[in-house]
């Protein structure tokens, strides 16, 4: 029989002490490098352990202070739901009708379109787009990150080129490009869950092994069909849901 990897070994003990209460709920426990030393192993094998830990809801991983016991008060869920127009709630709105105060960093420049990017907006790569990089917080947690695309050839020469500046600031993908005549209609998405990579794992505070919730989206001119706006959303996965369809009311 082939014995268990050391990984897992260090995982059933750490799970052992946590059930056996040893560690209490919210303890910290030892960090990466104390779980090597005293295994005999390096350090990446007690991470891989905590991501075990991690994985199966019994440990949360705080970006920079360690592991800990995770505690009955996990935090609430973000229900995302599709609506008819979603963009015209922006996210601000949308964490408040849930009970949470939704905030969102920014940044955005001009830039070049790669093969990627050109195939979904169908313009040609290299040609200049909006790039905007978003961080989300709830309750100023870090929970969603995005990164959108616009074609600087539809928005150049208006008022609503910087997403997140100038009068039309933070409205909404949809209610931005109907100040250029543009009816944008219901956005189209792909979602997939996959792991954070090590870039979004630290721009969200988890562990790089934590799932997310992937959502490529893009809307489009629903005159004719073409793209105006695409973009890659990454949500973590412990702190969302996806709800699709509406209940009927009763009567």
């Not at 426990?29 to 295994?39: C, F, K, T, Y």
């Amino acid at each position: 029989m082939v014995d268990p990897a050391p990984y897992l070994v260090i995982a059933e003990e750490l799970r052992g002490r946590i059930v056996g209460g040893e560690f209490a709920p919210g303890d910290r426990l030892p960090s990466v490098a104390e779980l090597g030393r005293a295994h005999g192993v390096a350090p990446s094998v007690g991470a891989r352990a905590y991501g075990v830990l991690v994985d199966d809801g019994l440990v949360i991983s705080r970006h920079g202070a360690g592991h800990y016991v995770r505690g009955p008060e996990s935090p609430a869920l973000l229900v995302r739901r599709s609506k008819r127009r979603p963009e015209d709630s922006p996210f601000a709105e949308g964490a408040a009708e849930q009970g949470a105060v939704g905030t969102w960093r920014h940044e955005s420049a001009t830039a070049a379109a790669d093969a990627a990017v050109a195939a979904r907006l169908e313009i040609g790569e290299g040609d200049p787009v909006m790039q905007t990089d978003y961080v989300y917080l709830a309750d100023d947690k870090r929970v969603q990150l995005a990164r959108s695309w616009e074609p600087i050839a539809l928005t150049g020469s208006s008022l609503i080129v910087l997403p997140e500046a100038g009068p039309y600031a933070g409205v909404g993908v949809a209610a931005r490009m109907r100040v250029i005549g543009v009816d944008v209609g219901e956005a189209v998405e792909r979602v997939r869950a996959r792991s954070a990579t090590r870039a979004e794992a630290s721009a969200l505070g988890i562990n790089p092994s934590a799932p997310v919730m992937f959502v490529e989206r893009t809307y489009y001119d629903q005159s004719n069909g073409r793209p105006v706006e695409t973009a890659d959303i990454v949500m973590r996965g412990d702190r969302w849901v996806a709800e699709y369809g509406r209940r009927p009311t009763r009567s």
